[in-house]
């Protein structure tokens, strides 16, 4: 079965800080995805890579940025951490659209 | 743009009975469509899927046909138990594109 692993369950950051979350997949999936998760708003896209160091924005990615410099690994940087970045983040990754994707067990992530 | 629209819930049953949660869908082309799950406290997991008009996912009980004259991707179950408790996420992928388009989920509670 294919993992992708998420480096922490619970971080808790303050503001201001810079944030790494990790995420790394051992299935050779040529895209990964990183979102946030909050009630009410469902899962929303922040961004995604197609392919080593190509990134693209999805539909939240202010406040955020990413690095993708092995085919496995994802990272995800809150450049400044803010209060109103407290969420779940979940990362995933697919071998192409049709199959979906695999995802991680979630970072669920609190500044203050 | 393409999207999901499923339905609002929390959605509580009693075991053994008969659930539908109701998606429906904007999008040009052909996607696929998916239904994943999240039990507490986990990532999402893959539950079904299909890719073109009139085909049946299924998976653990549950089925979805994808229903292109109704733009429809309902989740059935015939009969519910307490760990069907989760929260339940229809998707699509564009036929040209990377990412997945999410619902806002539904959250299922199975009681005793």
């Known amino acids: 079965d294919v993992k992708v692993t998420q480096s922490s369950r619970y971080l808790v950051k303050r503001t201001g800080e810079k944030v790494f979350l990790e995420c790394v997949q051992d299935?050779?999936?040529?895209?990964m995805f990183w979102y946030r998760q909050d009630p009410g708003l469902g899962l929303r896209l922040i961004y995604f890579?197609?392919?080593?160091?190509?990134?693209e924005k999805g539909d939240i990615p202010e406040g955020y940025s990413v690095s993708r410099e092995k085919k496995e690994r994802f990272s995800l940087i809150l450049e400044s951490a803010s209060t109103n970045q407290t969420s779940m983040y979940l990362c995933?990754?697919?071998?192409?659209?049709?199959?979906?994707?695999?995802f991680g067990s979630g970072t669920r992530l609190t500044v203050v | 743009g393409d999207s999901v629209t499923q339905m609002e819930g929390p959605v509580t049953l009693s075991e053994e009975a008969f659930l539908t949660i109701n998606c429906t869908y904007t999008a040009t082309g052909y996607p696929s469509l998916f239904w994943y799950v999240q039990y507490p406290g986990e990532g999402l997991q893959l539950l079904l899927k299909?890719?073109?008009?009139?085909d049946k996912g299924s998976n653990k009980g549950f089925e979805a046909t994808y229903r292109k004259e109704t733009t429809s991707f309902h989740l059935e179950k015939g009969s519910v138990q307490v760990s069907d408790s989760a929260v339940y996420f229809c998707?699509?992928?564009?036929?040209?594109?990377?990412?997945?388009?999410f619902g806002k989920g539904t959250s299922l509670l199975v009681t005793p």
């Open positions: 299909a890719t073109k008009a009139d």
């Open positions: 998707a699509l992928t564009p036929n040209s594109g990377y990412a997945l388009n």
């Open positions: 890579s197609y392919d080593v160091k190509m990134k």
């Open positions: 995933a990754s697919s071998p192409g659209g049709i199959d979906g994707y695999t």
């Open positions: 299935m050779d999936h040529e895209n």
